[in-house]
């Protein structure tokens, strides 16, 4: 007699075995009464979980688990929903829109910051060279004056500040900010132990308020100030005291014109 | 597509009462349905409409529910007063099985081990299907069967009968 398992036994009891098996199976059963019991048991067991459960199976269904109700509530529901997710999309477009066209409103920095960082930079990289310092030199400051009074649009002024020990070493012209004429103005001047301090001056900025601001920058003083003509940031590394002489005398000279009938520009 | 609705319609008092055999909650056994409901009919395009709808539905079902549980084990599981089974009196006479206590041995059963064994006894269906429904092997379903059963004739107690041998 061929080997019988118990996967076979359960699946005979189960009703699952294949009909050449079966045959085998009740044989077997017939010579082991231990087995057959197994196999009632099994039997007994599956009969139960049946009358357990299968009551429920003949019950009548709810209403809200009928398909075809199901299907539609669902489609009904989708179209609401296209409808939301339409809403949805013209909102976010709506707001892509002003954010973008609010952008110059939300720019974080300020046209003063900009300027500032800008002077710093040009002052770092101008004073550190020797022969090529400036493009102007200051032997020919007549020239130096009007050439970047026409660049940038407005008459400048080089500023005196012999009181404070600083000659002029000259300038040049930089490229500059949009909103301040794209264009700036380097003066540098330099005292008897080779300190340099350097003014950035740039057209004045759209809205032509005035304003003043003392920043430390890089290691870098920077004393800026706008009114409605032009802007000007002056940067150098003096102690603070020098720096805010040699800034006071710089202003002074540059806003001469602009407050009532004062002289004109030195220069 | 009405055909389809169809064919879900022929299937749903099997998985109610499968659902509710898992669940032994009357509501929660419903919900389960309509959610399996809804996911077949917002699928039926990935379903081949040739195949079985019922396999697929039964292991949609099973899904749902084991997500179901292991949710609630997270939140600490919430147990209906109604269906607590009361403690039973023992089986008046041997081989036979009372059925509060079989109800209550089916619970302590390991969810894998009841959702075969449900599959297989309450709804007869075919090994080789349930396998497939579970997605495990067919060895591995039959040795869960096998387990299942061994523990529920311990679970309810009847010392008299021999306990299954192997035979080979």
């Not at chain 1, 098996?21 to 009740?26: G, I, N, S, T």
């Not at chain 2, 429904?133 to 379903?141: D, E, K, R, S």
């Amino acid at each position: 007699m061929s080997e019988i398992t118990r996967d076979q036994l359960m699946a005979y009891a189960d009703g699952q075995l294949p009909g050449d098996e079966r045959a085998a199976v009740e044989a077997f059963l017939a010579a082991n009464p231990d087995a057959a019991a197994d196999v009632a048991l099994l039997q007994r067991q599956s009969d139960a979980i049946r009358t357990l459960f299968e009551p429920v199976g003949a019950e009548a269904v709810p209403a809200r688990l009928r398909p075809a109700r199901l299907a539609a509530e669902m489609a009904r529901r989708r179209s609401r929903n296209w409808g939301w997710a339409a809403a949805a999309i013209v909102l976010v477009g709506l707001g892509l829109g002003a954010g973008w066209f609010a952008r110059p409103l939300l720019d974080a920095r300020p046209a003063s910051q900009v300027l500032i960082a800008n002077a710093v930079n040009a002052h770092a990289v101008y004073v550190a060279e020797n022969r090529h310092a400036v493009e102007v030199g200051s032997d020919d400051s007549e020239h130096l004056s009007s050439w970047l009074s026409n660049r940038l649009d407005t008459t400048l002024g080089m500023p005196d500040l012999a009181a404070e020990g600083f000659t002029l070493v000259g300038g040049r012209l930089l490229p500059g900010e949009p909103d301040a004429g794209g264009r700036a103005a380097q003066l540098m001047y330099e005292n008897a132990t080779s300190d340099r301090v350097t003014i950035y001056v740039t057209a004045a900025l759209p809205d032509g308020a005035p304003a003043y601001e003392f920043a430390s920058h890089d290691g870098a003083e920077a004393f800026y100030w706008a009114n409605a003509r032009i802007t000007c940031t002056v940067v150098g590394t003096l102690p603070e005291e020098q720096m805010k002489a040699v800034a006071g005398s710089v202003y002074r000279q540059l806003t001469e014109g602009d407050v009532g009938a004062g002289r004109p520009y030195r220069g | 597509m009405n055909d389809f609705l169809d064919q879900l319609e022929t299937c749903v008092p099997a998985l109610r009462r499968y659902a509710r055999a898992l669940t032994r909650n009357a509501d929660l056994a419903d919900d389960l349905v309509q959610d399996c409901l809804e996911r077949a009919i917002s699928r039926r395009g990935l379903f081949r409409p040739t195949g079985p709808v019922r396999a697929w539905l039964f292991t949609i079902l099973l899904n749902l529910h084991r997500n179901a549980l292991r949710a609630s084990r997270r939140r600490g599981e919430t147990v209906d007063i109604d269906t607590v089974p009361e403690l039973s009196t023992p089986a008046p006479q041997p081989g036979h099985i009372a059925l509060a206590e079989l109800a209550r041995a089916i619970e302590t059963l390991p969810p894998e081990q009841k959702e075969a064994l449900l599959l297989v006894t309450l709804e007869g269906i075919p090994y080789a299907e349930a396998a497939g429904i579970i997605g495990i092997p067919l060895g591995t379903l039959m040795s869960r069967l096998g387990r299942a059963r061994a523990a529920l004739r311990a679970l309810t107690g009847s010392p008299a009968e021999p306990h299954l041998r192997t035979v080979k």
